[in-house]
């Protein structure tokens, strides 16, 4: 069946400039999760969904930094005035439900370059 | 302290060669505990996880938690070329928390 799709896969933008990074999750998947992942680094958490609501958001960095997922499927990342420290490669997982027991399926990420 | 310190080194091996990879963590509630591998420009995937301590075996492939030392290890036996990926630990509820990633390249 089709995995956690992106997109888009890559994004180039200015410094200052809005972006919006999507994420369609595995089908029937209620926990969704974004993480960031700089240049050899591990994933570092940003915000996590259960359905629609937002449950844990404390990973954002800053509020410049904006997620949602209004329908519980669909999820938008949005970073807002961007900063070169922004890019990274912003990764989604979703899993079938909450717990520690539920694995968590990847994306293959958005790669973000600010300039 | 970060929750998992995994030694960012890269690792190269020749074929056939047992790979051992080593993560720790700091906080001792955590039961569940995974280990990713990341393909060159992919998303991590699942490889294997182990709840609370011991060993789980799958083919070629052990995990191997010590939750006294919270010491979890990873180990490659009779590695292949296709191993070559970045093996990422994590352990957490929820909000995952992994460690930095060992690149390894397995030279046939």
């Known amino acids: 069946g089709a995995g956690v799709s992106q997109s888009p896969r890559y994004k180039v933008a200015k410094r200052g400039q809005d972006v919006a990074l999507r994420c369609d999750p595995i089908?029937?998947?209620?926990?969704l999760f974004w993480y960031q992942q700089a240049l050899g680094q591990g994933p570092e958490f940003l915000t996590y969904?259960?359905?629609?609501?937002?449950?844990?958001k404390s990973g954002l960095p800053s509020d410049r930094f904006f997620a949602e997922r209004p329908e519980g499927s669909v999820s938008t990342l949005k970073i807002q005035r961007t900063q070169q420290e922004d890019s990274a490669v912003y990764l989604c997982a979703s899993s079938l439900s909450q717990g520690f027991k539920e694995t968590q399926y990847f994306g293959p990420g958005t790669r973000l370059l600010v300039l | 302290q970060k929750e998992v310190e995994q030694d960012p080194g890269p690792l190269s091996v020749p074929e056939g060669a047992i790979v051992s990879l080593n993560c720790t963590y700091s906080?001792?509630?955590?039961?569940?505990f995974m280990w990713y591998r990341q393909y060159s420009r992919k998303g991590p995937e699942l490889l294997m996880y182990?709840?609370?301590?011991g060993n789980k075996e799958d083919g070629r492939f052990t995990a191997q938690v010590d939750k006294s030392s919270k010491y979890i290890s990873l180990f490659i036996r009779d590695s292949q070329p296709s191993d070559s990926a970045t093996y990422l630990c994590a352990t957490g509820n929820n909000r995952l928390a992994f460690g930095k990633g060992n690149q390894v390249v397995v030279i046939p």
């Open positions: 089908s029937g998947h209620v926990s």
């Open positions: 969904f259960q359905n629609e609501a937002q449950l844990d």
């Open positions: 906080n001792s509630a955590f039961q569940y």
């Open positions: 182990t709840y609370s301590s």
